[in-house]
């Protein structure tokens, strides 16, 4: 299968810092990412889509303001968490579909925490 | 995209067939079913897809009601690996579309 990878797996961070998100296709082309969070026993929700070189579209009461997505790539897509605070702290998880393929590949997921 | 039901939990035996249920009744005729699992802290995992044809691949098998209203997902020899949280979705084929994730059912295999 495709493989999609994200930077970094864990971040600690304090209240009010910024924080960057990598996630990359490795072996395919991805016109669109997907990035989603997951709160502690809860399931995945849909922040936004990303599509390359267009603005993201955020699924409803998801700050655009606040968490910032740049896809300048077709393989590197970036979520940033601005001033970040401790409500933030969850795991954050990005995929994409192969062009063609029906089924969509997951990045490992990276664990935000703020203090 | 339709929606699905799932148990909220199973437990299996090692070495055993797990068979998980899903339900789509509301299912339309260009909606595949689609199979996930998330193993705790890790991203969700794809493990096999399905139009109305029953289907088998390395990792599971796909068995799908006529009617399309339901699907069971089969690990034929359930291993302590296989513990994870299994989501059952429903969407067309496109390959933009994106994933609503329900409750999944959590899998406990047992030694």
């Known amino acids: 299968g495709a493989v999609v990878s994200q930077h970094p797996s864990r971040v600690i961070c304090k209240s009010g810092t910024s924080v960057k998100i990598e996630c990359r296709s490795l072996?395919?082309?991805?016109?669109?990412m997907f990035w989603y969070r997951q709160f502690p026993k809860q399931s995945l929700m849909l922040m936004a889509t990303s599509n390359e070189g267009s603005k993201a579209t955020y699924e409803q009461g998801v700050e655009k303001d606040k968490f910032l997505i740049n896809h300048a790539s077709l393989t590197l897509s970036t979520l940033t968490v601005t001033s970040a605070h401790p409500e933030d702290s969850s795991f954050y998880i990005c995929s994409s579909p192969r062009e063609g393929q029906g089924e969509q590949f997951f990045g490992p997921g990276t664990r935000l925490t703020v203090l | 995209d339709a929606k699905t039901t799932q148990p909220p939990s199973m437990d299996c035996a090692e070495g055993r067939a797990a068979n998980l249920p899903c339900n789509h009744s509301?299912?339309?005729?260009?909606?595949?079913v689609y199979w996930y699992r998330q193993i705790h802290s890790q991203g969700p995992q794809y493990i096999i897809h399905?139009?109305?044809n029953n289907e088998t691949n390395e990792m599971a098998s796909l068995i799908i009601t006529e009617d399309r209203k339901s699907s069971t997902l089969i690990l034929p020899h359930a291993t302590l690996r296989d513990t994870a949280v299994y989501y059952c979705?429903?969407?067309?084929?496109?390959?933009?579309?994106?994933?609503?994730f329900g409750g999944g059912t959590r899998l406990m295999v047992k030694p």
């Open positions: 399905g139009l109305k």
């Open positions: 979705i429903v969407r067309g084929n496109n390959a933009g579309n994106m994933l609503t």
């Open positions: 509301t299912i339309s005729g260009n909606e595949y």
């Open positions: 072996d395919f082309q991805a016109t669109t």
